[in-house]
């Protein structure tokens, strides 16, 4: 729900007193491996960003590896394990399942060099982050308090991880009527020609 999201939009409704003079979207490229289609439906969406005249896209990657995990419960939410051998109660080892593990590498470190460098380069006045992610607690602490300049973290999460908020100027709320509100007209006519929502949007 609310994947349809105009992020010019959004950011304008959340920051009605200020000027927004650029946005940044930190992403990868999907990977076909899990889902065929979802390749697709993120290029129509990074097509549509596109139609916001002072927003950029930056790209990391994802990895998809092979790896084993444990098995955190049964059907019937128990703990799931096995005993060590057929004599033995105690001491049990997890059930081990091999997993598709796909993460997106470089994202959170694009945008960590892109606010303290920005940051430096003095072009922006304020700036704000829409993350919970608590890996960007430093680079956000070195533009405040070295820098000298205010940023703000903006998140949809109920509640906005504590580190965040200790280092960050003013945080927002993202609600789900911010979200509402904020969507791109469906089609979206666009210089090139007109993009639908992709389904399930």
């Given at each position: ?9 959004l950011?304008q409704e ?11 979207y ?5 990977s076909?491996?899990?889902d065929?289609e ?7 969406y ?38 060590r051998?057929?004599h ?21 470190v694009?945008l ?14 304020a ?18 308090s ?7 973290v903006?998140?949809?999460a ?21 979200l ?22």
């Open positions: 729900m609310y994947k349809w999201l105009d992020l010019g939009a950011f959340l920051l009605p007193r200020n000027d927004i003079i650029g946005i940044k930190f992403t990868a490229n999907i076909a491996h899990v065929p979802a390749p697709q439906r993120q290029q129509v990074l097509d549509a960003l596109g139609t916001i005249p002072h927003l950029t896209i930056h790209k990391g990657n994802f990895m998809t590896s092979e790896k084993f995990a444990a098995v955190v419960s049964g059907a019937n939410g128990a703990p799931y394990f096995r005993p051998s057929s033995c109660e105690i001491d049990p080892l997890p059930v081990l399942v091999k997993i598709l593990k796909v993460e997106e590498k470089a994202s959170d694009n960590a060099t892109h606010l303290v460098f920005d940051g430096c380069r003095e072009r922006y006045e700036a704000v982050v829409a993350t919970n992610d608590t890996d960007l607690v430093e680079p956000i602490k070195v533009v405040t070295e820098l000298g300049l205010p940023v703000g903006a998140c949809p109920a509640t906005i991880a504590d580190s965040l908020k200790e280092v960050s100027t003013f945080h927002r709320h993202i609600r789900p009527t911010h509402a509100r904020a969507q791109f007209p469906d089609p979206l006519t666009t210089p090139t020609g007109v993009l639908a929502k992709p389904l399930g949007w």
